[in-house]
């Protein structure tokens, strides 16, 4: 696509629900990262992929978040038993193997944990 | 965590006006990226100026580093109102861009 796509855009859930949030990257961009944003903060990297292997989970809060890229594009991150301090901005970005460096983010997904 | 630090937290200009964020950051970089960021939405980049640089331009904006002092400035010149945004520096300590980490940002406003 002509860009980085998320969604939902917009996602209200319930303390201890399950979420999915999608990210479909630049096509033929083989790097995919995660990063959360919460209010007035910058973002906070999560975790990074290259082609379909997690390369770097190390931002990963804790084991309720997963993250997955099973075909080396559309990744799906995955956060079970919500909690309210979940709540915040997710940007998922994409950059060209072998690029400058340069990362490409989608509009984000907001999450909010009621 | 965020490694880089960013100064000042918000700026308020007029337009026409220049404008000045810094950028500090803790351990060394390979290159040092800016991005801005309007409310709500996702990060643009703006530039990227690595490590063995010392300053970039690109039209009306210029970026120096001094790695000595672990610090970059990001100079927009003759601001407009629709400079009006967040800036962020993130920094690649890796050489691989597996993973820039982003500072606190600066939050621009240009007034008419």
């Known amino acids: 696509g002509a860009g980085v796509s998320q969604t939902p855009s917009n996602k209200v859930t319930e303390k201890g629900k399950y979420v999915e949030l999608r990210c479909d990257p630049i096509?033929?961009?083989?790097?995919l990262y995660w990063y959360r944003q919460s209010l007035g903060q910058g973002p906070e990297f999560l975790i990074y992929?290259?082609?379909?292997?997690?390369?770097?989970d190390s931002g990963l809060p804790n084991d309720r978040f997963f993250a997955v890229r099973p075909e080396g594009s559309v990744s799906t991150l995955k956060i079970q038993r919500t909690e309210r301090g979940d709540s915040a901005v997710y940007l998922c970005?994409?950059?060209?193997?072998?690029?400058?460096?340069?990362?490409?983010f989608g509009e984000g997904s907001r999450l909010t944990v009621l | 965590s965020q490694q880089g630090e960013e100064d000042p937290q918000a700026l308020s200009i007029q337009e026409g006006e220049n404008a000045t964020m810094n950028c500090s950051y803790k351990?060394?970089?390979?290159?040092l990226q800016w991005y801005r960021q309007n409310s709500g939405r996702g990060l643009v980049h703006l530039i990227l100026?690595?490590?063995?640089?010392r300053e970039k331009h690109s039209g009306r904006l210029r970026v120096t580093l001094d790695t000595s002092k672990k610090s970059s400035s990001l100079l927009i010149t003759a601001s407009r109102a629709a400079d009006t945004a967040s800036y962020f520096c993130?920094?690649?300590?890796?050489?691989?861009?597996?993973?820039?980490?982003f500072g606190t940002g600066t939050r621009l406003q240009v007034t008419l």
């Open positions: 970005a994409s950059r060209l193997a072998g690029g400058t460096g340069e990362l490409f």
């Open positions: 096509s033929g961009h083989t790097a």
């Open positions: 992929f290259q082609g379909t292997g997690a390369a770097d």
């Open positions: 351990t060394s970089i390979n290159n």
């Open positions: 100026i690595r490590s063995n640089e």
């Open positions: 993130a920094t690649d300590h890796t050489g691989t861009a597996s993973k820039l980490t």
